[in-house]
């Protein structure tokens, strides 16, 4: 583990205030929510949505911005991916330290709003759980597609889904989770802007879930979360108005 130094790049200023939201989703206590099995059947949903994505890019250099949560971690390195993981701060390697053996994998700290990396450095840039919770998130999604040479996956809500009545939702999904906090939601055509304007196009997207993740909780039951998801999915009521979604960007003319 080491913090690496920011190279002389006009687009790390030395100006930009460090965002820290990664720390809580670091985090045991975060790790909580997906726990069980509803938890890890969330965390299954994403792993093949993100794995398809990145079938074009067999044994690809992967950096994981924020991702202390080491959600995706393991499939990532199971699958011959080389995975760089960068959080924050040191607290960040709690969750993914297992791998820290692991010839194909790295932890490194640095602010994820001015990514201590030359352009072009990795293959592919993912961030999970991360982009909600930043304040500079148009720089957040610059910086991930500088360093990107192929591709950016991201996860983010979705506005036009459960979310439109996240504030009535938010009692009871604080009382479920505890420690849950209010969040951004996104538009699709939002990311797909910032994103042409760092010369990337939108070329996929993966909503995951019709019914609001806090409501699975709530029934505990993988075998009814399924059924309904699966119903939802095939009357395309998942693509029109799910959430959270998995959103690829591709670097264009590279």
């Keep these: 583990m080491e913090a690496l130094a920011q190279p002389e790049n006009k687009n790390l200023d030395g100006l930009v205030l460090q965002e820290t939201a990664d720390i809580e989703t670091s985090s045991e206590d975060y790790a909580r929510r997906f726990s069980g099995a509803v938890g890890a059947w969330f965390l299954k949903v994403q792993e093949e949505a993100t794995l398809q994505m990145l079938k074009p890019y067999p044994g690809a250099s992967v950096l994981d911005v924020g991702g202390g949560h080491g959600q995706i971690t393991g499939p990532l390195l199971e699958n011959g991916f080389e995975v760089t993981v960068l959080g924050s701060d040191e607290v960040c390697v709690q969750r993914v330290k297992t791998y820290l053996d692991h010839p194909a994998f790295r932890f490194r700290t640095g602010n994820v709003v001015a990514l201590p990396y030359h352009d072009c450095h990795f293959d592919v840039v993912i961030s999970y759980r991360l982009l909600p919770h930043v304040t500079q998130w148009e720089r957040l999604l610059s910086e991930l597609a500088r360093v990107a040479r192929y591709a950016v996956i991201v996860d983010y ?36 802007q910032v994103f042409a304007r760092a010369g990337f196009q939108v070329t996929d997207w993966y909503p995951e879930f019709f ?42 003319g590279g």
């Design 211 to 252: 019914l609001p993740m806090v409501l699975h909780r709530k029934l505990n039951s993988v075998g009814i979360s399924t059924r309904l998801e699966n119903f939802f999915r095939a009357v395309g009521g998942t693509r029109l108005f799910g959430s959270p979604v998995i959103l690829k960007a591709v670097r264009q």
């Design 157 to 192: 809500p979705e506005a036009f889904s459960f979310n439109l009545i996240a504030p009535q939702l938010f009692p009871f999904k604080k009382q479920l989770e505890g420690n849950t906090r209010p969040f951004t939601c996104f538009r699709r055509s939002q990311l797909e």
